[in-house]
T-cell receptor, first 112, second 115 residues
Framework: QKEVEQNSGPLSVPEGAIASLNCTYS??????FFWYRQYSGKSPELIMF????GDKEDGRFTAQLNKASQYVSLLIRDSQPSDSATYLC????????????FGAGTRLAVHP | ETGVTQSPTHLIKTRGQQVTLRCSSQ?????VSWYQQALGQGPQFIFQ???????GRGNFPPRFSGLQFPNYSSELNVNALELDDSALYLC??????????????FGEGSRLTVL
């Protein structure tokens, strides 16, 4: 059973702090790793993707990938109340087609 | 905005009925995937269509079926609805065969409630 594990939270951080979200995955064959943000009642929105080991930065967001440890993380710097949402980690299923395996998500709450 | 549109946005059905959900993919995208997201869970892969053929299926029973049309739009049909089918149904489009695996663009979803 291919799995993606996330801490369900809620993760509560003060405005302006760094939020750190973590994810582990079970299938070493996965090549693509994604972070989606999902506001309550809305569909997932892609915010970051990463394919290579190391860090990838995009504005206030940094994705980190460690394939040896099967670990992906997302850092959100200068957190804002508008960042309050559920963050879904997803990895591709290397079974041969464009399928993503999602974690259950981590709920982030940024308080003023 | 991803350019992926779904209809209807909300619907209520009773157990045993049938439902059809529709999706128009982003312009130029030839692959459509459907996901089911139950409350408090991550999306679960139902199946995928590439150039009008089913191209992969998740762990869902045969009463979940689909179609893709020549313009790459798609339908998800669910027969004999059960209470556990209540969920947000997400359509995602992508361009098969190009780019890294897995980059999907989601529509706003269809929220199905089964009573």
């Amino acid at each position: 059973q291919k799995e993606v594990e996330q801490n369900s939270g809620p993760l509560s951080v003060p405005e302006g702090a760094i939020a750190s979200l973590n994810c582990t995955y079970s299938d070493r064959g996965s090549q693509s790793f994604f972070w989606y943000r999902q506001y309550s009642g809305k569909s997932p929105e892609l915010i970051m993707f990463i394919y290579s080991n190391g860090d990838k930065e995009d504005g206030r967001f940094t994705a980190q990938l460690n394939k040896a440890s099967q670990y992906v993380s997302l850092l959100i710097r200068d957190s804002q109340p508008s960042d309050s949402a559920t963050y879904l980690c997803a990895v591709n299923d290397p079974g041969g087609y464009n399928k993503l395996i999602f974690g259950a998500g981590t709920r982030l709450a940024v308080h003023p | 905005e991803t350019g992926v549109t779904q209809s209807p946005t909300h619907l209520i059905k009773t157990r045993g009925q049938q439902v059809t959900l529709r999706c128009s993919s982003q312009s130029g995208h030839n692959t459509v995937s459907w996901y089911q997201q139950a409350l408090g869970q991550g999306p679960q892969f139902i199946f995928q269509y590439y150039r009008e053929e089913e191209n992969g299926r998740g762990n869902f029973p045969p009463r979940f079926s689909g179609l893709q049309f020549p313009n790459y739009s798609s339908e998800l049909n669910v027969n004999a609805l059960e209470l556990d089918d209540s969920a947000l149904y997400l359509c995602a489009s992508s361009l098969g065969g190009i780019g890294f695996p897995g980059e999907l663009f989601f529509g706003e979803g269809s929220r199905l409630t089964v009573l």
